[in-house]
């Protein structure tokens, strides 16, 4: 089975400071992980994903994600954060090794973003 | 959201009514899902199909049903059978090829209240 946890209902920061949102995964053998973001009555909209390689993932609107294979997460942060990044957050998690491509989503963490 | 549109965006049902929520996509993905989305609890997968004519259960698929006749287009029906079919749906649909990692995209979903 797999599964992801996010930790925090709701993550509340200032404009223009760092952002993170954390994500942890559990899987059997190795992981394709996403983020995506949903913004009020919308679908979800994709921001990135790892497959392989690089642990750093860069993605859409200046997030990126850091893997950590030993810690088994996949946080997502953006440097400096914009009133408009407020919106619910979601981590999902498949595993590299199935014939099932659905995704497992975490519950998701709310980031309101402070002017 | 991209090639993928639901409808209705809004739909009322009485209780022991079947209602049918509409998923179609210009994207030519082979797969593709429903998600029940209830606060605080992520996207919850019903049911999922990789190619036309065929189909598989998710994790909550008790009191739906599908169809996938056609490429374009996977149906999800509401029975009378769901107890708690107040929820958002959302479709999602993604590649199928068979070295890369498809990423999911999402419609705008479609929320249903059961009066």
């Known amino acids: 089975a797999q599964s992801v946890a996010q930790p925090e209902d709701q993550v509340n920061v200032a404009e223009g400071n760092p952002l993170t949102v954390k994500c942890t995964y559990s899987?059997?053998?190795?992981?394709?992980l996403f983020w995506y973001v949903q913004y009020p009555n919308r679908g979800l909209q994709f921001l990135l994903k790892?497959?392989?390689?690089?642990?750093l993932v860069k993605g859409s609107y200046g997030f990126e994600a850091e893997f950590n294979k030993s810690q088994t997460s996949f946080h997502l942060k953006k440097p400096s954060a914009l009133v408009s990044d407020s919106a619910l957050y979601f981590c999902?998690?498949?595993?590299?090794?199935?014939?099932?491509?659905?995704?497992?989503f975490g519950s998701g963490t709310r980031l309101q973003v402070q002017p | 959201d991209g090639g993928i549109t639901q409808s209705p965006k809004y739909l009322f049902r009485k209780e022991g009514q079947n209602v049918t929520l509409s998923c179609e996509q210009n994207?030519?993905?082979?797969?593709m899902y429903w998600y029940r989305q209830d606060p605080g609890q992520g996207l919850r997968l019903i049911y999922y199909?990789?190619?036309?004519?065929?189909?598989q259960k998710g994790d909550i698929a008790e009191g739906y049903s599908v169809s996938r006749e056609k490429k374009e287009s996977f149906p999800l029906t509401v029975t009378s059978a769901q107890k708690n079919p107040t929820a958002f749906y959302l479709c999602?649909?993604?590649?199928?090829?068979?070295?890369?990692?498809?990423?999911?995209?999402f419609g705008p979903g479609t929320r249903l209240t059961v009066l």
């Open positions: 899987v059997s053998g190795n992981p394709y």
């Open positions: 999602a649909s993604s590649t199928q090829t068979g070295g890369a990692v498809d990423t999911q995209y």
């Open positions: 999902a998690v498949r595993a590299m090794d199935t014939g099932r491509r659905a995704l497992t």
């Open positions: 790892y497959i392989t390689g690089d642990n």
């Open positions: 994207l030519n993905h082979d797969a």
């Open positions: 199909s990789q190619i036309v004519n065929d189909f």
